[in-house]
């Protein structure tokens, strides 16, 4: 071998072995994300892999369809995203600008309004679920205390039992975005507040033309994940109606858990897979606005 050819090996060597070997630093960084993919692939990838599998047959999505209780579910499911995550989201903003006053007792306030969502869920829901017991419940006691008459059967009605578990559901998120919202508002630079006041902008004119402007892009993106989060939430249907009476008061998430009751695993799967349809868009236009 020639001089020449040695030195050319020798020269290939080093780039040879930056291909098949790892610093100590890359080395120390795949051991420190090892863990995190082991537990990403065990826990997301085959769970969600593993659900697909299970709801990839056709006849599961005809027998769904032909259930007259997944049509009703889907209307709930629709009805749950459209009315109860605007009117909480409306109501949180307003409740945004009430929490910026500076006066001590609305601090006291703004402590016991966040309660609902800092306690468990299930402790919560289920007492509210005692309350409204026709029989023995505290809301009826003093319906009869007051009127002398018997209170509703409130979980026995669909309409009236849907409207109950929307109204938990709005009570028991509402402080969380409330406070994103809150904090959306103290981020606008109370000078433009002075400027209008000293123009003489009332109220309603600082709220159209300086709140809303800096807060829409927010007040949009809470609403895309609020409903993206809803989809999944089956607490406060489950516990609180747990889907009755009737079954005429579930939606997509706890559908998916009266077919794992009834030992249904393909079905359950198919119902949630057929809320992908809805939670995609979400994702798409979040993603879209959080882009820009």
């Not at 009805?79 to 006053?101: C, D, E, P, Q």
């Not at 892009?217 to 607490?235: H, P, Q, R």
């Not at 695993?265 to 606005?289: E, F, H, N, Q, S």
């Amino acid at each position: 071998m020639t001089a020449t050819a040695v030195d050319t090996e020798t020269r290939r060597e080093p780039s040879r072995r930056g291909l098949f070997s790892l610093s100590a630093r890359q080395a120390w960084g795949l051991i420190f994300v090892a863990p995190y993919v082991a537990i990403f692939a065990g826990f997301v990838v085959f769970p969600v892999g593993y659900s697909f599998w299970l709801a990839r047959d056709p006849q599961l999505y005809i027998q769904l369809a032909a259930d007259p209780i997944f049509a009703r579910t889907v209307v709930n499911t629709l009805v749950f995203l459209i009315v109860a995550i605007n009117l909480k989201m409306a109501i949180a903003l307003f409740l945004s600008g009430f929490f910026t006053n500076r006066r001590w007792w609305v601090k006291v306030l703004a402590v016991l309004f966040v309660l609902p969502w800092a306690v468990p869920s299930i402790p919560t829901i289920l007492s509210v679920r005692f309350m409204l017991n026709p029989e023995w419940g505290v809301v009826n006691q003093l319906i009869f205390r007051l009127t002398a008459e018997d209170g509703p059967n409130w979980l026995n009605d669909p309409t009236l039992a849907l409207c109950l578990a929307m109204a938990v559901h709005i009570w028991k998120s509402l402080p969380f975005w409330t406070l994103i919202l809150l904090a959306g508002r103290l981020a606008i630079p109370h000078e433009l507040y002075e400027a209008a006041s000293v123009d003489g902008a009332g109220g309603w004119h600082r709220f159209r033309y300086i709140t809303w402007p800096s807060m829409s892009t927010l007040y949009a993106t809470c609403t895309l994940l609020s409903m993206i989060f809803t989809v999944g939430d089956f607490n406060s249907v489950y516990l609180l109606t747990g889907g009755g009476p009737a079954d005429l008061t579930h939606v997509l998430a706890t559908l998916g858990i009266r077919y794992l009751r009834l030992d249904q695993v393909g079905l359950a799967m198919a119902t949630i897979v057929c809320a992908l349809p809805l939670i995609l868009p979400l994702v798409w236009v979040l993603m879209k606005r959080l882009s820009k």
